[in-house]
């Protein structure tokens, strides 16, 4: 079972705080998933300093293969010392899934992880051994697809504590209103920030600890293929557009001629548009079968930089949110390969005389170079990419 993995987490600061205190990091790659949420002693910059240096550890050490016990051992002996209670501490939880849905968590000092499945949130069993003299929690288990797997720092539930509620928002009554919301709200983002807005409210908006809440929904892959530009030799057309049909998943074709070879093989109809959404991206055509038919080498470049504001793991949730009320091709363009786990592009390497007019900018003189730097961009967000020529 391949597995694939959406991440969302929000921070709020301690009232009259500039920084917050908790920290999240978290890598996605082909292999697995990792996340690390910390929460330093105290607050303000001497907390931000303590999370932050143990986000980066963690992260760092764990994505180069060390184990548990090298990678706690390294935190404790790094982390500065506090003046006043001459203690270098911050709690931590660490997450990781791979590809195939085998899990496993450390928890230090943080509140239990919650398992929201199939409507239930269910308390995880583990065990505890000590680590560089400190006892971490360890769970090892199966996830299932649509599991959201939820972490928050303990400002979570000390919240309302001496005020709304005497002992705080308790770990049980997080989970019975995590169930009641799940009902109605199915996103991830939306439940985060539900459980957000709930600890704010009970801090009667002056939080008095920083609170994060970090989420990991396990999804099935989301495959997207994309055929951009006409092959080197013609007689490979029908065997471009079979790959492109048979892929699972969404079906995109960026360029003219491309599109005309798509048409032409699968004997459709190119509806072409002539409004322009933008008027600096050429409008999108249709043809039946393809979800999204654009101009090329314009369109593809945009896409580049409109994508490089998500290359930060945690979702941009404004800029999306942006990016959805945008329907020019460069801006549906960024939105499939964004909902993407799995993109494959068919790139042809036939030469378009028109890219190697001397007017155009230099960034758009190969297309070749352009989709490069798009499944660079889209490396660094964790996404499963392959290039087949043709």
Known sequence: ???????????????????????????????????????????????????????????????????????????????PICKVRKIAY?????????????????????????????????????STREIAGKEVKEYRFKVQRNDILIAMSDGVVHAGVGGILNLGWQWQNIAEYIEKVSKVETTMVSLVK????????????????????????????????????????PEDDEKVVNQLIENPGKKIVCGGTAAQIVARVLEREIKTSTYFVD????????????????????????????LTRFVDTKVQYKELRKLEQQK???????????????????????????????????????????VKELVDILDKMGKHTEIVYY
């Open 194 to 233: 539900l459980l957000s807005t709930a600890t704010m409210n009970f801090y009667m908006d002056k939080p008095g600890d920083d609170a994060t809440i970090a989420a990991i929904k396990i999804i099935s892959p989301q495959c997207v293929t994309v055929f951009a530009g006409p092959p080197q030799n």
């Open 279 to 306: 008027p600096t991206i050429p409008p999108t055509a249709k043809i039946d079968g393809i979800d999204l038919v654009t101009e090329g080498v314009l369109t593809l470049d945009r896409a580049c930089k409109l």
């Open 328 to 370: 020019d091709g460069a801006s549906r363009l960024a939105r499939l390969l964004l909902d993407a786990t799995d993109i494959t592009f068919l790139l042809g390497r036939a030469i378009n005389p028109a890219h190697q007019n001397p007017d155009f900018p230099k960034n758009l003189s190969i297309k070749l170079n352009i």
């Open 1 to 79: 079972m391949d597995i694939r993995t959406e991440l969302y987490w929000e921070s709020v600061n301690k009232y009259g705080e500039e920084l917050c205190g908790d920290k999240t990091e978290a890598v996605q790659s082909p292999e697995e998933t990792i996340m690390v949420m910390a929460d330093g002693l105290g607050s303000g910059v001497k907390a931000n300093i303590l999370s932050t240096l143990t986000t980066k550890i963690a992260v760092t050490m764990l994505c180069q293969g060390s184990s548990i016990e090298e990678t706690v051992e390294t935190i404790m002996a790094t982390l």
């Open 90 to 126: 911050s709690t931590f939880t660490i997450i990781r899934v791979d590809y195939k849905g085998n899990c496993y968590i450390a928890e230090y000092g943080n509140p239990p992880v919650m398992l929201l499945r199939e409507g239930r949130v269910l308390k995880l069993n583990g």
